[in-house]
């Protein structure tokens, strides 16, 4: 029996809408449906009727399913002839893992494809109004993870991220928000820099939070912020309260 193709989906940061056509047919096409936490429930209402869903989510810190076993369940599924997706939130090779799967497959000499997602950065800075480069304000940026999934992992060099990169989006950083203030105060980094949470991006529940690197996770604190949620440092912050000064000086003025 040949195998059947996996295909590994970005479904993109949590508005179904914004979900690619390709990805969308892949979805419709497939008979097992390997999904994540972050994926929104509605983009499964799309799979076929005898699909197969499995649910494969992890949170912060807890992982319902080792990532050794979802490896070998889509290798089993492929194997017995099964087209697969394996449906992630925001884009599958930007701290979604994907490369590590893909590697499995094609070790296994299993076919797949990689169909790429809006990343929960993009979507969630541009739907807050933050945008991630701006003329005078930001050249370039990076994206971080605030955790580590092993204990052998190579530290983030905040020594360097503080002063060479202007936009700094951290995912998965809320539990350790406090230590990566501090690290990037203890680097040189101003402590009036600007800084948003943005939580749920996206989804019909979006909360964005804005303060700077010394204010900010008392703020949270006090606003009870939960996973899932991005932290985005930089001068850009600012560009999100004069487009909302903006849009409030042309409502009085037409209205």
Request: aromatic residues 4%.
């Amino acid at each position: 029996m040949r195998p059947g193709m996996v295909y590994i989906v970005g479904a993109g940061p949590g508005d179904p809408e914004l979900i690619t056509l390709k990805a969308l047919r892949r979805i419709q096409e497939a008979d097992v449906i390997m999904y994540d936490r972050l994926v929104n429930d509605e983009l499964l209402s799309y799979a076929k009727k005898d699909a197969l869903l499995v649910f494969c989510g992890k949170a912060p810190g807890s992982h319902s399913i080792p990532q050794e076993k979802i490896n070998e369940n889509m290798v089993t599924y492929a194997l017995t002839g099964h087209d697969v997706v394996r449906l992630k939130g925001g884009d599958p090779l930007i701290f979604g893992r994907g490369g590590e799967e893909a590697c499995e497959l094609a070790a296994r000499g299993i076919p797949f494809e990689i169909v790429p997602g809006v990343t929960s950065a993009l979507g969630a800075a541009s739907s807050t109004g933050i945008p991630l480069t701006h003329r005078g304000a930001s050249t370039s940026v990076a994206f971080v993870s605030g955790t580590s999934c092993h204990g052998n992992e190579r530290s983030v060099r905040w020594d360097l991220l503080a002063h060479s990169v202007d936009t700094l989006v951290v995912y998965m950083g809320v539990s350790r928000m406090d230590d990566i203030c501090k690290e990037m105060l203890a680097q040189g980094k101003p402590s009036s820099t600007p800084v948003a949470i943005v939580e749920q991006g996206t989804r019909a529940e979006e909360r964005t939070i804005t303060g700077t690197l010394g204010t900010i996770h008392k703020i949270a604190l006090l606003m009870n912020v939960k996973n899932p949620a991005l932290l985005i440092i930089g001068e850009v912050v600012r560009v999100r309260d004069q487009l909302l000064k903006l849009a409030a000086e042309a409502e009085e003025r037409t209205g």
